[in-house]
């Protein structure tokens, strides 16, 4: 069965301090995709990344970057020069790509960061 | 291009009354997802549909749950009697293909307040 964990509940930092929100998960495919997405206060569920198992690749898009880590099972992202627009739950999830598991995406439990000005 | 949409974004009700939720999947999607959100629970898959077709209503709580797809463009879920524990916001998601490789849009949910 597939897991994930996001061991941080809540993380506080102070504008333009970088932030790395983690993520380790559990699964038995060698084929298996990785999500982050953001909830802010107003409610909906925003894509940020989808990574594949096969390109562990470090991914930067602007502020935001990501570190795949298969040894460590591990897909932490990292938020440079935190803004207070940054606050929000942070979901990390996986789905693997097996007809038996269908579409079937996890989530991990979120992690709650707020940006303090 | 129009994301998810989701209706009612609001709804308060009695508990046994029936409530529906609605959803359109983005165009060109052909799998959509119905998922519930609580402190308790996280967010948790409750079916999902490819090609207009249930393919695992594994996550669905009990038989006061039903789900429908009549077309590719309309789900609707249904809690019929409804109970306070019901109360949580529904997301409803769309994707590209049929495998959870594909990227989930999700909609902008229903929070659901069962009195």
């Known amino acids: 069965a597939q897991k994930v964990t996001q061991a941080q509940t809540e993380i506080s930092v102070v504008e333009k301090e970088d932030v790395t929100l983690d993520c380790v998960y559990e699964t038995r495919d060698t084929t298996y995709y990785l999500f982050w997405y953001k909830q802010p206060p107003s409610g909906e569920l925003v894509f940020l990344i989808r990574r594949n198992s096969f390109d562990e690749q470090n991914e930067i898009s602007g502020r935001y970057s990501w570190n795949f880590q298969k040894s460590t099972s591990s897909f932490n992202f990292t938020i440079t020069a935190s803004q207070v627009v940054d606050s929000a739950v942070y979901f990390c999830a996986l789905s693997e790509a097996t007809e038996t598991s269908g579409s079937r995406l996890t989530f991990g439990e979120g992690t709650q960061l707020t940006v303090n000005p | 291009d129009a994301g998810v949409i989701q209706s009612p974004r609001h709804e308060v009700t009695e508990m046994g009354q029936e409530v529906t939720l609605r959803c359109k999947p983005i165009?060109?999607?052909?799998?959509l997802f119905w998922y519930r959100q609580t402190m308790m629970r996280g967010l948790e898959l409750l079916i999902y549909?490819?090609?207009?077709?249930?393919?695992?209503d594994s996550g669905m709580p009990e038989d006061r749950f039903s789900a429908k797809m009549p077309n590719a463009s309309f789900s609707t879920l249904k809690i019929q009697p409804s109970e306070p524990r019901d109360s949580a916001v529904y997301f409803c998601?769309?994707?590209?293909?049929?495998?959870?490789?594909?990227?989930?849009?999700f909609g902008p949910g229903t929070r659901l307040t069962v009195l």
């Open positions: 998601a769309s994707s590209f293909g049929s495998l959870g490789t594909d990227t989930q849009y």
């Open positions: 165009s060109g999607h052909n799998s």
């Open positions: 549909f490819n090609n207009n077709v249930p393919i695992d």
